[in-house]
Structures are given as C-alpha cells and as structure tokens.
C-alpha cells in the first residue's frame, strides 16, 4: 500500500534554533517527493521538489534531504522564525499517468519566541 | 506559477442546504483537483475536475454529493450538496500547469462550517 509517513507530529522550538523534520514512504513506481508548507488558513506551497537521483536540495534556510534506498526524506530548516509557524507536508507523487499524490498527515511546527 | 482564487474564503452554512465553491486561475491549467482537509489531517484528493466532460472521482466520494464543474481551462466549481456537520472541512483548489503537469499549486482555500 502507498504510503507517506511524517514524525513528529507535533514540534515546539524557540526561534534561532535548528530542526529536522522526517518522512517515511512506502511509495511505488516513485516519481518525486516534495515538501509542502501550510500556513494556517491556507493552501499549501511548495518549498522543495526532489527527483530519485537528488540527494539534498535547498531552498533558502529549508534543505531537504532524500535517501531512496532506504525511502527516506528529511526537511531541516536552520535558524527558524517565527514565521516558519506551519504545517510541514511530505507528498510523494507517484510515477503514473495521473501524477497521483500520496500526501503525508504532515507535521505542525511551532516556532516560540 | 499559477495565481489561484477561490470564492467564497469561508461561509457558515445549515444542515441540509448546499454549497458552491469557485476556483479561478490566472493561466490555462492542463489538470485541475478539488481536495478537502477535514480539521488536524491532511489533504485528501476529493475529484479531478475535467475540462468538457464529467469528474474524476477517488473512492469515498461521489458526483451526487460534490458536483463539479468545469466549462473551461481556467475555471472550475465544487458543489457541496445536502450538507451535513461532517462535511465541514477546508476545501482546496488546485491546479497543473500545461508546462509540468506534475507540479501542484494551491488556491487559499474556503473554510466551510456546517451547522
């Protein structure tokens, strides 16, 4: 069964510290993995698009990682602020026709001053 | 990219009554998708909106209850039809651009409470 699995599922950090996010998928045929963020109130925004052969990727203070031995992604976000407040969603997309994506429950991340 | 906008932003709504949701894009979109996000979870795909032809359904959902629409690349509804409290959720918008089908973006959502 196609599935995308995220720990924790809740995380409380003081803002300037660093964190790692995980995803675990059991995803096949495996196209890309992207991470999602999802402000409160709206739609989710792309933050990261990985392909099989890439194994980190960055986005400014995001760097997602991608082990596709082992189907592990990580997401560790550096210096965090307060507006990194969000929910963080891996999404593996399938390699079919559709382009279906198999969405993680997300992790909520939740930056104190 | 891809500017997305749906309408209404959120609404309060009685038992029984029905809804209908607007998405519009800036851009020709190959695929469009309406997803709902019940309260703490995740997205889960509802139907792929088809330009000229009927829906594309996932499992647990049917046309009875979400009508869509879509009479053109740049347009589509979502009807919410005899509303019950457990159909208040954020529903979501989303489109493929004709460059890279792949790749998803989202409108801000509409917030629906059913009362």
């Known amino acids: 069964k196609n599935q995308v699995e995220q720990s924790p599922q809740s995380l409380i950090i003081l803002e300037g510290k660093n964190c790692t996010l995980q995803?675990?998928?059991?995803?096949?045929?495996?196209?890309?993995l992207r991470w999602y963020k999802q402000d409160t109130g709206r739609g989710p925004v792309s933050l990261t698009i990985?392909?099989?052969s890439e194994n980190t990727k960055s986005n400014g203070r995001y760097t997602a990682t991608l082990d596709a031995d082992t189907k592990q992604s990580s997401l560790h976000i550096t210096a965090s602020q307060l507006s990194d407040s969000a929910s963080y969603i891996c999404?593996?997309?399938?390699?079919?026709?559709?382009?279906?994506?198999?969405w993680g429950a997300g992790t909520k991340l939740i930056i104190k001053p | 990219s891809a500017v997305i906008s749906q309408k209404p932003s959120r609404d309060i709504c009685q038992r029984g009554t029905s809804l209908t949701i607007q998405c519009q894009v800036d851009?020709?979109?190959?695929?469009m998708f309406w997803y709902r996000q019940q309260p703490g979870q995740s997205l889960t795909l509802i139907a792929t909106?088809?330009?000229?032809?009927?829906?594309?359904?996932e499992s647990g959902f049917v046309i009875d209850k979400f009508p869509i629409s879509r009479p053109n690349l740049t347009f589509s509804t979502l009807t919410v039809s005899n509303m019950s409290p457990e159909d208040s959720s954020i529903y979501l918008c989303?489109?493929?651009?004709?460059?890279?089908?792949?790749?998803?973006?989202f409108g801000p959502g509409t917030r629906l409470t059913v009362t």
């Open positions: 851009s020709q979109v190959t695929m």
């Open positions: 990985m392909t099989f």
């Open positions: 995803c675990n998928y059991t995803v096949s045929p495996f196209s890309n």
């Open positions: 909106a088809n330009q000229g032809s009927e829906a594309t359904y």
């Open positions: 989303s489109v493929g651009l004709l460059t890279d089908a792949a790749e998803q973006y």
């Open positions: 999404v593996v997309i399938l390699m079919d026709s559709n382009y279906q994506l198999i």
